[in-house]
């Protein structure tokens, strides 16, 4: 399910839209490395920069529209009852697991789903409502999400590097300043984004290879499944490379329920 282009956010999407192409378009007509790899008929870098940039946008319309992990109806599986071994592996865990019934949408919550006030939705595995591409990240766009960061990165330390390579050195500073103005305010916008998609990607993958969302992390001590453990640890937490293993290649929804409880690992 896809939400459609024209509705909520169509301004934050223009917006990413507008700005991509008009940082894309000085880079190729400024003096920068690509212009004169155009200059001299040599298609191959601007072609795989241009191509590299159309998929970043292609991968943010696809997570900005698509479907979150939407909560659509109340779970059909049973509560969970933790053995007394598992109890006593994890010290106050509820006995046994019922799923919380939503304040809002009055929908059964599955573990690790929340209601975002922004989408008035329940998102299962919800990490956080992102405002850049106007959607909640969660158990279905997640990996896209990831995605779409690393592609983003690349193009902007592509970018960068363009960039830097169309500057003039003038004689003196008002000369330089007016020479490059353009290409100044480009470089200034690819400096702060490539800052804050590097630290976001580094943010996310540290997540992801503790099986921990952004939501659980920052709000552990409210969250009745949590509160028994420490900061540092997830219940969920199956070493790094499983983590990293099921975040991006699980397919289906996964039954947090019997990974808490340590009863199994699957997927429905």
Known sequence: ????????????????????????????????DLWYEEKRWRALQPLGFVFLVLCSTGLYYVVSLMDPGYVLS??????LAPSEEQEGLIPGTPNPINPRRCGYCLLKQPMRARHCKCCQRCVRRYDHHCPWIENCVGEKNHPLFVLYLC???????????????GFHFEAT???????????LLAFAVISVFTVVVALLLVCHLYLISCNVTTWEFMSFHRISYLKHCDSDTSPFDE???????????????????????????VTV
């Open 74 to 79: 109340d779970p059909d599986e049973k509560p």
């Open 173 to 183: 500073w008002n000369q330089w300043f007016t020479e490059n103005v353009v290409l």
């Open 239 to 265: 070493g790094v490379i499983r983590n990293t293993w099921s975040f991006f290649c699980a397919f289906g929804s996964v039954a947090w329920e019997r990974v808490y409880s340590r009863d199994a690992y």
């Open 1 to 32: 399910m896809y939400h459609s282009v024209f509705g909520a956010g169509i301004w934050v999407r223009t917006v990413h839209t507008a700005l991509t192409l008009a940082v894309a378009l000085i880079l190729c007509l400024h003096d920068t």
């Open 151 to 165: 592609v983003q990165l690349g193009v902007l330390l592509w970018a960068f590097r363009l960039g830097w390579s």
